[in-house]
């Protein structure tokens, strides 16, 4: 069955520093990985996902996260956070594409001044 | 509507009774995902429906909970005999086609409290 795991319930981090929010996964078949966001008071968010291709890919608020399948592996990262981006973040699996996602206990990301 | 509607948004129930989940999927998606999220925890995939059908029910966790999209759009989660433990915020989602590579937007949940 596959799993995902986050190891950080809870990252700070003052505003402008960089951030790397870690995921691994277990799968032993073809993989779909996708990072959730979700804001205080509203529902989750696609950031980013990884289908096929390239396996470093972006979302259009600078945050990037790279597929790296020996160390099964899909960690996000930004070089720059704003106050903005506190939130709870979730990594998710899927051998079936958005149909059945696995998701990861997430992370909050608290961003400080 | 613009986006995934989900009703009520808050509900408390009491242990024993019975209760009914509604989303209203973004008009023209086939496709149609029910989760559940509790405290401290990711979302846990329950059922997909495909059209009217249930293509894959293997989350849900036993026979008191049970799912119906009668028409191919608007679907209703529905749970009997409610428990303690069923309490958790149950999130809907859906996407145009159901296949791998389209998104599926996500509801802003139904936060049920079983007291």
């Known amino acids: 069955a596959q799993s995902v795991t986050q190891l950080d319930s809870q990252v700070p981090v003052f505003e402008e520093a960089p951030v790397e929010l870690r995921c691994n996964y277990s799968?032993?078949?073809?993989?779909?990985l996708f990072w959730y966001v979700q804001y205080p008071n509203q529902g989750l968010q696609l950031l980013l996902k990884?289908?096929?291709?390239?396996?470093l890919v972006e979302s259009i608020n600078g945050f990037e996260a790279e597929f790296n399948k020996s160390q099964t592996s899909f960690h996000l990262r930004k070089p720059s956070v704003h106050i903005s981006d506190t939130a709870e973040y979730f990594c998710a699996v899927s051998d079936k594409g958005f149909q059945k996602l696995v998701f990861g206990t997430g992370t909050r990301l608290l961003v400080s001044p | 509507g613009a986006g995934v509607s989900q009703t009520p948004s808050n509900k408390v129930t009491e242990k024993g009774k019975y209760v009914e989940l509604r989303c209203d999927p973004i008009?023209?998606?086939?496709?149609l995902y029910w989760y559940r999220q509790s405290l401290g925890q990711g979302p846990e995939f329950l059922i997909y429906?495909?059209?009217?059908?249930?293509?894959?029910d293997s989350g849900l966790p036993n026979d008191r909970f049970f799912a119906v999209r009668p028409e191919g759009s608007v679907s209703t989660l529905k749970i009997q005999r409610t428990e303690r433990g069923d309490s958790a915020v149950y999130l809907c989602a859906s996407s145009l086609d159901g296949f791998d590579g389209t998104e599926a937007f996500f509801g802003q949940g139904t936060r049920l409290t079983v007291v």
């Open positions: 799968s032993s078949v073809s993989v779909y």
């Open positions: 990884y289908l096929s291709g390239s396996t």
């Open positions: 429906f495909q059209g009217t059908g249930a293509a894959d």
């Open positions: 008009s023209g998606h086939t496709a």
